[in-house]
């Protein structure tokens, strides 16, 4: 279907081309949009105009861009991953550079997220956010009734399961797709290994890692998650999951920090009502996506010019500052300062200032390398198999991408 | 010139609905077909020409033969069901029963719903922490179970539970028109004879409504194929990928993995599997047209 729509797209370019820079997004809920109109307020200010091309959920409006691009009319600057995604778009010819206002961005940037924004030493785009996604969100009442603390390992976690459980808690919160359940299996990789282990195993798929000893003891612990859940996990949704969360009915989950946004609009204070930690506790490592505004290879001049402004607003402190504020993420500039963050977000920024940022193996790894691997995990998950069974099939299905 | 538009008229009005059928069909066939020999990633490239590889990826790739399997497991179940369950209703439905226009809608009502509507409406139900079991649970039956929609092993039915209530009322229509179309004269034939109304059946009419089963056989085959939008309303593909069917494989690999070679390939086979059921079918309408 794909194909075939990008070869309607060229036949229908030259009546759509125009010179109206286009933005597409996938900011459309309560927080993102108040967070984007920070970003347009300000965009505007500099003389411009933004015309607004949202697209709900972020694989739709990548598929839009994506297809737009295909058909020779691509929109002036997009929403898009840094990283391999963004390096595919630069292989291709299909974005423009923005150094003439990046000049000073090495500096300002974690070292990170500037490797992943530039393409042959130019960056290409502009970071807007940083979310982490190995987040421990514990409910403070629930933890205080069964009378423990914030665990800071996988072990200690799994230790506290039964007086959770003898409480008439679920001890752990847990979405059944994928695409959560990766989040689980990252920080028990990071548990078992750190962060070397993780970028062997998700960044290099290597196969002597993916069948070590250390793979077999995650096995071992991931496995324990399926008693640690209720009958009702598999398939759930992530924000339903959160309300058992927030409603007590939960004492732990890991989910990305977007989750704040839920627990907020429910009343509940982030680091106080529900504790949070980046797990597990002196892992280094706190894995993390970030929101960027790739520039598409557009030639016009003023398009070209609207491209360099909003690389450059994207880049302005004040922006940076109340986007992330509204947004419950973090600025990617180190040199923001916490006031006003919630010690969640102050927790994030300290982290992303002493280096231990990782960024999120679907932005580095080749993303059928990696997808086997989440397949072969979340069908671990579901089913009866033994470690030793899981950790040959998970080696077996990477082995066969290659 | 006017004789040549008078001869071939009929050609002429064809062409360009045919020109169209040729590229806009057959020639993405062959594309697609293209595509799948070549390594693309996001963006067809025909520079990576891989041959075959792809296709031996495809099948060393697990999640491809779960869905694979399920599709063979769900459409045997859900041709098994949804036959013998709908012709089982238009029999009922056709002894002259009263107000049957009204169960006749009943039965056909859920075809007017789309395959999303469908999903989650059951998606709902047979959630073990919202729908029928805590319903039952609530009547006092506490130990009733049904979990068939987070067990891995029992999800396939699910989709057939759903996929039947949305098909039965297709299948239940077309059996109705087949039963009307026998004669009356048979009835009355075996009637004298003495013989009863389920032997009728068996030996006599069911045979009878062999192109009827053919009809129904190669339509719901081609829904099989095609189900999509049940499994993503539903399931998702979970538990894991344990309800996965190949289309969901296809655009997952095509759209989330940026694997078009991948899905091409995936394409094909869904392609092959269908001409497998199509061609048969083809064969004996036209031999019987002959």
């Not at chain 1, 075939?4 to 370019?13: E, H, R, Y």
């Not at chain 2, 009929?10 to 062409?15: C, D, F, I, K």
């Given at each position: ?25 996938w900011w ?14 300000a ?110 390992t996988?072990?200690?976690?799994i ?33 078992v290994?750190?962060?070397d282990f ?8 290597d ?20 008693d ?15 309300g ?41 490592t ?65 982290e ?11 932005n ?39 | ?21 040729a ?27 891989v041959?075959l ?6 099948f ?14 769900f ?11 709908g ?37 709902w ?43 039965c ?32 059946y068996?030996y ?19 829904s ?8 993503v309303?539903?399931?998702n593909?979970g ?5 996965d ?46």
């Open positions: 279907m794909f194909t075939k729509l990008g070869v309607l797209g060229t036949a229908m370019a030259f009546a759509l081309t125009t010179t109206t820079p286009v933005f597409i997004h459309t809920t309560g927080g993102e949009a108040a967070a984007l109109k920070i970003l347009v307020e965009y505007e200010k500099t003389g411009n105009t933004w015309k607004d091309n949202p697209v709900a959920g972020g694989e739709a409006a990548r598929m839009v861009a994506r297809t737009r691009i295909l058909g020779g009319d691509p929109p002036t600057s997009m929403q898009w991953q840094v990283g391999a995604p963004l390096m595919a778009l630069a292989e291709e010819g299909q974005l423009n550079d923005i150094d003439a206002v990046a000049q000073d961005w090495d500096k300002l940037l974690p070292k990170v997220i500037a490797d992943n924004a530039k393409y042959k030493g130019k960056y290409v785009t502009a970071p807007m956010d940083i979310h982490g996604h190995n987040w421990l969100w514990g409910n403070q009442a629930v933890l205080d009734d069964v009378g423990i603390p914030m665990p800071k996988w072990d200690e976690l230790a506290s399961a039964d007086k959770i459980r003898a409480k008439g808690y679920i001890p752990l919160a847990l979405g059944g797709q994928s695409w959560q359940e990766i989040f689980v299996f990252e920080s028990i990789l990071i548990d290994g750190g962060r993780l970028t062997k195993v998700t960044y290099d798929l196969d002597a890692a993916l069948r070590s000893p250390e793979m077999l003891k995650a096995f071992e612990t991931f496995a324990k998650v399926r640690l859940v209720d009958p009702g996990s598999p398939s759930r949704d992530w924000n339903i999951t959160g058992l969360l927030i409603n007590g009915k939960a004492a732990y989950m890991i989910m990305g920090d977007w989750l704040k946004g839920e627990f907020v609009a429910a009343g509940k204070a982030p680091g106080k009502d529900i504790a949070c930690e980046v797990f597990p506790a002196g892992g280094k706190l894995v993390f996506g970030t929101d960027a505004f790739a520039m598409t290879a557009v030639k016009d001049p003023a398009t070209r010019e609207a491209q360099l402004a909003l690389a450059k607003t994207i880049m302005d402190p004040v922006v940076q500052k109340e986007f992330s504020l509204r947004k419950g993420s973090i600025p990617p500039r180190l040199d923001i300062d916490k006031t006003g963050f919630d010690p969640c977000a102050q927790i994030a920024m300290g992303a200032a002493a280096g231990h940022l990782f960024l999120v193996p679907d580095v790894t080749d993303a059928t390398g990696i997808g086997a691997l989440v397949d072969q995990m979340t069908t671990f998950l579901h089913s009866k198999m033994t470690p030793q069974e899981g950790v040959t099939a998970m080696a077996d299905a990477v082995a066969a991408t290659r | 010139m006017r004789r040549f538009l008078q001869r071939h008229v009929s050609q002429v009005a064809l062409s360009p609905s045919l020109a169209l059928i590229i806009f069909l057959y020639g993405f066939i062959a594309y697609t077909a293209a595509v799948s020999t070549t390594n693309s990633k996001a963006f067809p490239r025909f520079d990576s020409f041959g590889e792809q296709y031996w990826r495809l060393h790739t697990p999640r491809w033969h779960v869905a694979f399997t399920n599709m063979f497991l459409g045997g179940l859900f041709l098994l069901v949804t036959i013998s369950l012709l089982l209703i238009a029999i009922l439905i056709d002894q002259r029963i009263r107000a049957e226009s009204f169960f006749r809608s009943i039965v056909m009502y859920p075809m007017a719903m789309s395959f999303v509507v469908t999903g989650i409406i059951w998606q139900l047979l959630n073990p922490t919202l729908g029928i079991e805590v319903m039952v649970h609530q009547l006092g039956f506490t130990s009733f179970r049904l979990d068939w929609l987070t067990n891995p092993d029992t999800v396939i039915w699910a989709l057939v539970v759903a996929a039947f209530w949305q098909g009322g297709l299948v239940m229509a077309l059996f109705l028109a087949g039963l009307r179309g026998i004669d009356e004269d048979i009835w009355k034939a075996a009637a004298v004879d003495g013989i009863p109304a389920w032997r009728v068996v006599i009419v069911i045979p009878m409504l062999a192109p009827v089963f053919l009809t129904v056989v190669v339509l719901l085959s081609l099989i194929v095609r189900a999509f939008d049940l499994v309303a539903l399931t593909g538990p894991g990928v344990s309800s069917l190949p289309s969901v494989f296809m655009f997952d690999m095509a759209f989330r993995r940026t694997n078009l070679g991948l899905s091409a390939a995936s394409a094909v086979v869904m392609l092959g599997t269908v001409l497998a059921i199509l061609i048969p079918y083809l064969y004996v309408e036209t031999r019987e047209r002959a």
